[in-house]
């Protein structure tokens, strides 16, 4: 794999700061390497092109590129191109992974329901001995699983059918599916923007033209979606308790969404009403709409199943595709969220009262400890929205690991390296973490608009 000059200047944004360029530079790009948005074995572009891209010299180019190297980033061979890579020793995160000696800001899930987890479990290996003298594969779903999203759905409003759904290893692998099934390279998709990262980048593996409509402080501007839609392949939205904002689009706009092309709805937040109520899914006013689900968000996130919902033939096309890759979901892990939706009127409410309490807590902490700092309003989910005062969003990410934190930069949810002003802040951690995580951030941010840059980490002995 590799990326072009121009695909690399639209990931760094507007890079431009104090300091010397090569260091800005060398620490953006092993940002993006970190955080997943530079692929691991990605050649990067060559120094004469990157420089007469990014209106800079060739030697701000090859020392930073210089840089990467001594850390560990980049490879270094002869005569090639270098490939990103993560050194081994690394003191910061690998994506996905915040270590031991890191408070999370990066991820917003919540911790498990420890007892309600064990019982679901439980019970889920009491019923295994019946699956035992059969092979094992559900290319689309246990029975008693698709029986219980469906009467989910159904409770929410949208009247549903268990030949309706897809079981899969999470709502990441829903859209995967999907996107390699019914999409081409070159396709057109519409998204809100900002927009779940992993999304963003499914649809960069594919191939895809990605156009962003923004997302304001005042929600979606539905007009402006129907028109961006106009000979598009598929829109993908996430109108339940938007991750980032945590904004819901209304009732009133809901009817409105008629795009004229196919349309993906995430939903894996639809669970986690705050200040409003229970959204009807967007699907109960649009039949043709695929909405997409998972337990990550309202049970655990270890608990790897999603599932997707369309018509029968859909849903159909979809399970035979997926055998090129994967036979099925674990039978256990189906069983134990089929017990979990059985209970979930049960589990939610001392789930979202909890996540009201941490939500209070970090709008006071920011308040009290960055107060320059402008929140949007969050209904639901997991995570707020946080406008800063300079476009630092990136510095700060790369800086916070020194100060005990790990964050995901801004410019990871949007396209062409926008939101460097914005930063998530999920408030699923527990009272003391969030304490001391916004401590950290703040100590980062000073760091930051002194000049302080991040430090490289030890480079590794050959």
């Known amino acids: 794999m590799h990326t072009s000059s121009h695909t690399l200047a639209r990931l760094l944004g507007a890079w431009s700061g104090p300091g010397p360029a090569h260091r800005r530079l060398s620490d953006l790009v092993r940002l993006l390497i970190l955080d997943g948005r530079l692929p691991l074995d990605t050649a990067l572009p060559g120094e004469r092109d990157l420089a007469a891209v990014l209106g800079i010299s060739r030697t701000t180019v ?62 889920a290996l009491d019923q295994l001995p019946r699956y035992l003298p059969r092979h094992g594969y559900a290319h689309v779903g246990l029975g008693e699983l698709r029986a219980a999203v469906a009467q989910r759905y159904t409770d929410r409003g949208l009247p549903t059918a268990p030949e309706q759904i897809l079981v899969t290893n999470g709502a990441q692998h829903a859209f ?137 033939e859909l849903v159909q096309r979809l399970g035979q595709a997926r055998s090129g890759t994967d036979l099925g979901t674990p039978v256990v892990e189906q069983l134990a969220c089929a ?21 209070s807590l970090l709008l006071e902490l920011v308040r009290t400890r960055l107060p320059d700092w402008t929140v949007g309003r969050s209904s639901g989910g997991l995570s707020v929205w946080a406008r800063l005062p300079e476009p630092v969003s990136s510095a700060l990410a790369a800086v916070a690991p020194q100060f005990g934190v790990h964050l995901a930069a801004g410019p990871r949810f949007g396209i062409g390296g926008a939101f460097e002003r914005y930063l998530r802040l999920p408030y699923s951690l527990d009272a003391e973490p969030m304490r001391a995580g916004i401590e950290g951030i703040a100590s980062a941010l000073d760091a930051v608009r002194s000049g302080h840059r991040a430090e490289a980490p030890p480079t590794p002995l050959a």
């Open 339 to 359: 017990e979990l939706l059985g209970e979930i009127g049960d589990l939610l409410p001392d789930r979202l009262a909890g996540l009201r309490e941490r939500r």
């Open 176 to 312: 995967s599916l999907l996107v390699r099934t019914i999409l081409r390279p070159r396709d057109r998709v519409v998204t809100d923007h900002p927009s779940y990262p992993h999304a963003l980048q499914v649809l960069r593996t594919a191939g895809c033209r990605i156009t962003p409509v923004a997302v304001t402080g005042n929600g979606w501007d539905v007009d402006t979606l129907v028109t961006a839609a106009r000979g598009a392949a598929l829109a993908f939205l996430i109108p339940d308790f938007h991750n980032p904002t945590g904004l819901l689009l209304s009732e009133v706009d809901r009817p409105r969404l008629r795009l004229g092309c196919p349309l993906v709805v995430d939903e894996t937040m639809a669970e986690l009403a705050l200040d409003a109520d229970p959204p009807v899914p967007v699907a109960a006013y649009h039949p043709g709409v695929i909405s997409i689900g998972s337990a990550a968000k309202t049970f655990w996130g270890g608990l790897r199943v999603g599932w997707l919902r369309a018509d029968r």
């Open 62 to 123: 090859s020392t930073a590129y210089a840089t990467l190297r001594e850390q560990g980033y980049l490879t270094a061979r002869d005569r090639a191109r270098g490939r990103t890579r993560v050194p081994p020793g690394d003191r910061q995160p690998e994506p996905g992974t915040a270590g031991p000696d890191l408070l999370d800001f990066s991820h917003a899930a919540s911790p498990a329901p420890g007892e309600a987890l064990h019982r679901a479990y439980t019970r």
